[in-house]
């Protein structure tokens, strides 16, 4: 018999609904019923793609017996960290504060008032490694709370006032500047792995928004070391396991620090994040590779992630069925070179062996091979095309990985952003469509009439979980994006609704921000994280679509607020650089200006194109008629004998109007260039 998880509109949660265990979702009557039956809530959290979650839940949860005791000595909360990141953000603190780490699954005990008191993340059913059982955690908690219900109580209260000690009051002490950028650099280059790419050892995230900062310290300032870094990065990732070879797209993580094996699930924030960034590259450099992983990201979240409401899901699983129909980790993925041989023939098996790194000993498990490109050198690309293409299919017929069809707004928001440039840049107007169509989803289900958003919707229903503020800035950052692109000024209001509620609902008195609005429900605390992990957090991307927003405006509230909030990338970016590289990018954007360029004359024109193209950080785009009211940067600039002609502005100075894209690209290359 299903339980209370069978409505949700999770596919985490949904994955529970036919448990033993009687879950319920993160709700009042949840702690009602806790407090009724005086007993702890026992809170597991974690999300669709999580390999962990799963191994967890068909140990434990799936377990009649252990459900059967959760059930009479727990009440049982489940929570979709992607549903409710806030819920997540204050007890992970919590138990990060307690253990020195944290992860998902994340296991913690509650008291009926909300308070934790105990956690955990992963529990095997049987002790090993030092890790009790799941069983030996659930029986002394139990016990704990059944005869040491002060020490509870006291633990509990505790650790909420250690949290409540946490609160940032203000953004910091004034702006980051000249200094603050160089020492972040400096910090980037000791944690630079020279030989592999990428910052720190094993396992090694891709360092998305720590590249976009590369990319505009160097057009702002010229520093060769930046752009080696960046370039270096994208093309070991591009050429490791983390990238998918065949498909296109990226997976979350490498386990190693050489980029050879991934953790497999494929995540939208990573795919978005990391195909603006090679766009990016590309527009730096003119970087062929960077091109095409640009395009084969894009790619890749149209054809895997699209929803048919025109959303883009949220991640494929890692795990799917192999040959014998058993779960594994990768198996859709990776081969041996039997395999290679039964779809491609003896000889281009050889040829593609030798291509994609594929050995008899295998680079991942039982002998199997992650596909790579470890060799730079130039090969037969027709044949290399043709390989790639027959693996491909043959690929399409093996079990795919599951995928969570949750529609996240700030995720969307990323994608949107990464789809609208990409196809700009490379005269793919159906990425810019796939962007609008995406846009338009998030207007019409995600947006009420008073432009408060949802966080998230599944198969064109709207969930039940106010947004967070990096929904607000990611999604005013993707509208904004499309609005330089698009020329629809539709965009840059509808950007503007968002930011404002940034400013009257996240933002506090010293220019501090909070994950929450002011009316959100209230948790045993505000949450509160400016720092940039897998994605921009809210505070810094918020700061950049406010920074975006002044500028397209002239808007003084926006800048102010805008300022304020990038005080605390004073403090973090030369401390905490990698944890900070979307502030760090925004904190770019504003020693430059960011520069404003109004074009006058046609949408797509070349003059409209070279200012896309420009490589100043953060630079804002409006383009068409400048008898519209559409966007305030076209008022009273009309084109110069009838041509289409550009305005390029900068810290209230203005360069003369120009006809000449040549003169335009000189201006927009960045200071450093």
């Known amino acids: 018999m299903p339980n209370r998880l069978a409505h949700a509109t999770s596919p985490y ?138 020490e509870v109580a006291e633990v509990a209260s505790r650790i909420v006032h250690d949290l409540s000690e946490r609160t940032l009051t203000q953004g910091g002490e004034g702006l980051p500047g000249e200094s603050e950028l160089a020492q972040a650099l400096l910090g980037l280059t000791r944690e630079y792995d020279e030989k592999h790419g990428g910052f720190g050892g094993a396992p090694k995230f891709p360092p998305s928004m720590t590249i976009e900062f590369l990319l505009r310290h160097h057009a702002r300032t010229g520093a060769d070391g930046a752009l080696q870094m960046a370039a270096d990065t994208c093309e070991a990732m591009a050429r490791g396991g983390i990238y998918d070879q065949l498909g296109g797209g990226f997976a979350r993580y490498a386990v190693d620090r050489e980029w050879v094996v991934p953790h497999f699930e494929k995540m939208l924030y990573d795919n978005a994040l990391l195909c603006r960034v090679y766009a990016h590259l590309w527009r730096s450099t003119g970087s062929e590779l960077a091109r095409r992983v640009a395009l084969e990201t894009a790619d890749f979240m149209v054809r895997e992630l699209r929803t048919a409401e025109g959303g883009f899901a949220s991640a494929l699983d890692a795990d799917s069925e192999d040959a014998n129909g058993k779960h594994v980790e990768g198996a859709y993925y990776v081969w041996t070179p039997a395999q290679l041989r039964e779809v491609l023939g003896e000889e281009d098996a050889v040829f593609a062996a030798e291509l994609f790194g594929v050995t008899d000993e295998g680079t991942f498990e039982e002998g199997s091979s992650v596909l790579r490109l470890p060799s730079a050198d130039a090969t037969d690309e027709a044949r290399a095309a043709d390989v790639r293409a027959r693996l491909l299919a043959a690929r399409e017929l093996r079990a795919r990985p599951g995928r969570d069809d949750k529609v996240v707004a700030a995720w969307n928001g990323l994608a949107i952003a990464a789809l609208a440039e990409t196809g700009a840049y490379f005269d793919r107007p159906d990425l810019i469509e796939r962007a609008t169509e995406a846009a338009d989803l998030l207007v019409r289900l995600h947006m009420g009439p008073v432009a408060r958003l949802v966080r998230t919707s599944k198969d064109g229903r709207a969930g039940e979980h106010a947004g967070v503020l990096e929904d607000y800035g990611d999604v005013a950052e993707g509208f904004l994006a499309l609005a330089a692109v698009t020329g629809e000024g539709a965009w840059l209001e509808f950007a503007g609704f968002l930011t404002d509620i940034v400013l009257q609902h996240f933002t506090g008195d010293g220019g501090q921000l909070y994950d929450t609005a002011d009316d959100a429900e209230q948790l045993i605390r505000r949450p509160q994280d400016p720092t940039d992990s897998a994605t921009p957090a809210g505070w810094t991307a918020a700061a950049g679509a406010l920074l975006s927003y002044a500028a397209y405006t002239g808007s003084e509230p926006h800048r102010t607020a805008a300022e304020g909030a990038l005080g605390v990338v004073k403090a973090l970016g030369p401390r905490a650089p990698r944890f900070t590289g979307w502030g760090l990018a925004v904190a ?74 040549e003169v335009l690209a000189d201006a927009l290359r960045g200071s450093g260039a």
């Open 13 to 150: 949660l949904l994955q529970h609904a036919d448990n033993p265990v009687d879950w319920w979702p993160w709700e009042p009557a949840a702690f009602e019923e806790a407090r009724r039956r005086d007993v702890p809530v026992l809170l597991s959290v974690g999300y669709s793609a999580c390999h962990w979650c799963h191994v967890m839940a068909h140990e434990s949860f799936e377990d009649d017996a252990t459900a059967a005791y959760m059930n009479e000595h727990f009440v049982n909360v489940k929570v979709d960290r992607e549903e409710r990141p806030d819920v997540d953000a204050v007890y992970m603190e919590a138990v990060q504060a307690a253990t020195g780490q944290g992860g998902w699954p994340m296991t913690v005990f509650l008291t009926a008032d909300a308070e934790p008191f105990y956690f955990g993340t992963y529990f095997p059913p049987e002790s090993r490694q030092g890790l009790p059982s799941f069983r030996q955690v659930l029986e002394g908690v139990a016990a704990a709370w059944t005869d040491r219900r002060e």
């Open 588 to 661: 770019e954007a504003l020693l430059d200006g960011p520069r404003e360029v109004a074009v006058a004359g046609p949408v797509g024109g070349v003059l409209h194109r070279t200012a896309l193209l420009g490589r100043a950080p953060g630079a804002v785009v409006a383009a068409g008629e400048t008898a519209g009211t559409e966007f305030p940067l076209l008022a009273d600039r009309p084109m110069v004998d009838g041509a289409p002609t550009a305005y390029v502005c900068r810290h209230f100075v203005c360069d003369a109007p120009t006809t000449d894209p």
